[in-house]
């Protein structure tokens, strides 16, 4: 479904990705960790369109992406912020939110995809007309994944999806994503500094480091610590203390 070969992605005379290669196939998930700074929000946003100055080549299902997308990537592609409250506009009620893109797109029978999605991401029916500083930091979060699925996409990029929220409302979030592939068979492309949230959901995944993908490596492998690159065993080690602290 994903092929990433060769991204360079430069910001001025400085290369923030440099070489990164991967490949995602269809109904799967790959993750891409690092320290801030690593690169890897800046591959997720060259591959959602947000970002146009890379070089390389970029497939979605077969077909080459340009640095400028068509509205039909926009309904194949969608992406998940970091944070929820800051991606959501405070003074649009949810269901304002949800129908936006329907409009956007020329989709009709907005009533009952609103309600359907609401259900989906098991929000009670009453949040359609609240605001944003009305809702939980988790029950925000479930309104953007709603929003990311309004036009049914066949990919979801999640930049960091769980880290504004607290450890209990990251694991039913998770748990929300991986329920939601199983059924509508989605693509996750998944960005996070955090080991142990990218282990759940994704069974490969990409070490990032200077703007370099300098491993890869599954879940499994990362979890026993069969680890070859000396980042990847040092951000494993740290994850493990901040665990036990």
């Given amino acids: ?10 910001f001025g005379p400085v290369a ?24 890897k929000s800046t591959v997720l946003r060259a591959l959602s369109g947000l970002n146009p100055a890379w070089t390389g080549r970029m497939t ?19 992406m998940v912020f970091q944070d929820p409250y800051g991606s959501l506009h405070p003074r649009q009620t949810v269901d304002r939110a949800l129908s936006e893109p329907l409009l956007v797109h020329g989709i009709g029978d907005v009533d009952r995809r609103i309600r359907q999605a609401l259900a989906e991401v098991a929000l009670p029916a009453a949040a359609r007309f609240r605001y944003p500083h009305q809702l939980s930091g988790g029950q925000r979060q479930r309104v953007a994944i709603a929003r990311a699925l309004m036009c049914e996409p066949e990919v979801l990029l999640l930049d960091e999806p769980t ?20 059924r509508r068979r989605l693509t996750y492309v998944m960005v996070s500094h955090n080991l142990a949230v990218i282990a759940h959901l994704c069974p490969m995944i990409g070490v990032m480091q200077g703007g370099e993908m300098v491993e890869m490596l599954s879940a499994d492998d990362l979890r026993a610590g069969r680890t070859t690159h000396p980042h990847t065993g040092d951000l494993r080690r740290l994850s493990q203390e901040l665990e036990e602290a």
């Fill in 16 to 39: 923030a990705v440099t070489g990164v290669t991967f490949a995602v196939g269809e109904g799967s998930s790959f993750g891409i960790v690092g320290e801030s700074g690593s690169g």
């Fill in 1 to 10: 479904m994903i092929s990433v070969q060769d991204l360079v992605v430069r």
């Fill in 163 to 182: 880290s504004a929220l607290d450890v209990s409302v990251q694991a039913e979030v998770l748990n929300l994503l991986a329920d939601l592939q199983d």
């Fill in 60 to 78: 979605i299902a077969g077909q080459a992406l340009a640095p400028k997308r068509d509205r039909a990537f926009f309904r194949r592609v969608q």
